[in-house]
């Protein structure tokens, strides 16, 4: 393998303030920096507590991104895109993978159920069976430099038709 991704902080932390956001990036780059003496990429997997507003204008994923960056000689901290994470969170997704698209390498594509469907599944879809524009939004990740798509849902049903129904719709993009 050569890619490694910090799947989210601890549940206590997720509110933290601007001064934790950034020295979690500053941790992050720093791991980054000895992680690609390895042959490795480490990267950061969102969700939509880090949209929040912690500073002015910035979010948690803003100042991670920027805390990261402050590390000196350390190695870009890359970003798995969760769009459907970016979405629940009210965000534009290309507009953040256009404003990262230096960090993406990969983006978890995970559909939304129409709004009151699917509850037993926390509103989560099968890929391309849900409310997202996937034939748009793989266009975006792709521009913004995901090399992979990864199929993803937080609580299915039946993973194995989860599974067949989103590699068959992803296969035909």
């Not at 870009?76 to 629940?88: E, F, G, I, N």
């Amino acid at each position: 393998f050569t890619q490694l991704f910090m799947p989210a902080v601890p549940l206590p932390e997720r509110d933290g303030d601007a001064t934790y956001w950034l020295a979690m990036g500053k941790e992050l780059g720093s791991m980054a920096g000895r992680a690609q003496g390895h042959g490795i990429q480490l990267g950061y997997h969102n969700h939509h507590w880090e949209l929040k507003l912690k500073d002015g204008n910035k979010t948690a994923l803003d100042l991670l991104f920027e805390g990261a960056g402050a590390v000196e000689g350390a190695a870009k901290l890359t970003w798995q895109a969760d769009v459907a994470w970016l979405v629940r969170g009210a965000a534009d997704p290309a507009v953040l993978l256009n404003r990262y698209s230096s960090r993406v390498v990969s983006a978890h594509a995970k559909d939304l159920a129409p709004s009151g469907e699917k509850l037993d599944e926390d509103g989560w879809a099968d890929v391309g069976s849900g409310v997202l524009n996937w034939h748009e939004l793989s266009q975006v990740c792709k521009q913004a430099g995901a090399k992979w798509l990864v199929s993803e849902h937080d609580k299915p049903n039946d993973p194995t038709r989860f599974a067949n129904v989103s590699y068959k719709f992803l296969s035909s993009l």
